[in-house]
C-alpha cells in the first residue's frame, strides 16, 4: 500500500510530517533512479508507456518537495545510454516526456527558483528534447534555488571514458602533468564537475544496482531502496528515505 502524504495543496510549505526528521539536517545532495515504470504498468493492464506518464507526474512531486525543503540538488536518472535499446515507440515517448513536463510545469520551476540542468550526452538527443530541454536550461540559468539535474542519455562508464580522453589530451598538449592527475582533476572533467557529490541515491522497484549511474560520485553516497515502483513513490517515501539517511553514520572509510 502507498503511504499518503497528508498534503493537499500542491504549493504548500512543507509542515514537519515525518516524525523525527531533522529538516535542517537534510541531504543536500540526492539522486534517484525512478524504477518500475514498467512493472506498474503491466500490474495495472496498461502499456509501459503509461507507466512513464504516471512517473512523470511523480517527478513534479518530488521536485515540489525537494524544493520546499530546500535541497540544493536532485539528479534524476531519466534515460540512459543504455536505454536507446527499448522498442522504438517506448524510446519516443521517453524523449518526448521532458518537453511535455516542461509545457505545463516550466512556469511553476520559474517561480520556485530552480534551476534546470542536465548530465549527458546532450548532443545525440533528438532535435525535440533539446530544443525544450535547453528552453528550460536557459531560462532557468540564473536561478538559485533547487538544482533539478535531468540525467538524460547519461552513462557513467561513457562519461569517465570521455574524461580520460580530455585529460590524455591536455597531458599530449602539453598542458598537464601525469602527476598532476589526481581524484579532483578527473572530478573537474565529468559531467557533475559543478556539483557537489550525492549524498543519498534512492532507487525504487526492488532492484539493488547502480545501472551505469554515477559509478565515480557515489562512491561515498548512502544508498535507500524501495520496493514500491515509481509511480506509487510519493512526498512520504522521499521523506522517509531521507530519515533512514539521517540515521546513517556516514565514516567515508574513518571509525
Ligand atoms: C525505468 O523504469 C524508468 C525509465 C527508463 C524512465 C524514467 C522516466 C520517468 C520516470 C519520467 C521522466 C520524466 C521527465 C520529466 C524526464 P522501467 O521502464 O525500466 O521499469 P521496469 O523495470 O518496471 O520495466
Avoid at 67 to 89: C, H, M, Q
Avoid at 143 to 158: K, Q
Avoid at 160 to 188: F, H, T
Wanted: hydrophobic letters at 35%; aromatic letters at 12%; charged letters at 30%.
Amino acid at each position: 500500500m502507498p503511504i499518503k502524504f497528508p498534503f493537499t495543496k500542491s504549493k504548500s510549505k512543507p509542515e514537519p510530517q515525518t516524525p523525527g526528521l531533522d529538516y535542517k539536517q537534510l541531504p543536500r545532495h540526492v539522486a534517484i533512479i525512478m524504477d518500475g515504470n514498467g512493472r506498474w504498468a503491466k500490474n495495472k493492464g496498461l502499456p509501459r508507456i503509461a507507466g512513464h506518464k504516471e512517473g512523470m507526474n511523480v517527478v513534479k512531486k518530488v521536485v515540489r518537495h525537494a524544493s520546499n525543503l530546500g535541497i540544493d540538488v536532485l539528479t534524476l536518472y531519466a534515460f540512459s545510454t543504455e536505454n536507446w535499446k527499448r522498442p522504438k515507440t517506448e524510446v519516443e515517448f521517453l524523449m518526448k516526456l521532458p518537453m511535455e513536463f516542461l509545457n505545463t510545469y516550466l512556469p511553476e520551476l520559474i517561480e520556485k527558483n530552480v534551476r534546470v540542468e542536465t548530465i549527458g550526452d546532450f548532443e545525440r538527443l533528438p532535435e525535440h528534447t533539446k530544443t525544450a530541454v535547453q528552453e528550460a536550461k536557459d531560462r532557468t540559468k540564473n536561478n538559485t534555488g533547487l538544482i533539478l539535474n535531468f540525467a538524460l542519455n547519461y552513462g557513467s562508464r561513457y562519461e569517465m571514458v570521455e574524461a580520460v580522453k580530455v585529460v590524455a589530451d591536455e597531458v599530449k598538449q602539453g598542458n598537464l602533468d601525469v602527476d598532476e592527475i589526481d581524484e579532483g582533476c578527473i572530478s573537474r572533467h565529468l559531467y557533475t564537475a559543478d556539483l557537489k557529490e550525492p549524498d543519498l541515491l534512492i532507487r525504487t522497484s526492488g532492484e539493488q544496482r547502480l545501472s551505469n549511474f554515477l559509478l565515480w560520485q557515489l562512491a561515498y553516497s548512502e544508498f535507500w531502496f524501495t520496493d514500491v515502483y515509481w509511480p506509487d513513490f510519493n512526498e512520504a517515501y522521499f521523506e522517509k528515505a531521507l530519515y533512514d539517511y539521517q540515521n546513517r553514520k556516514r565514516r567515508y572509510g574513518g571509525v
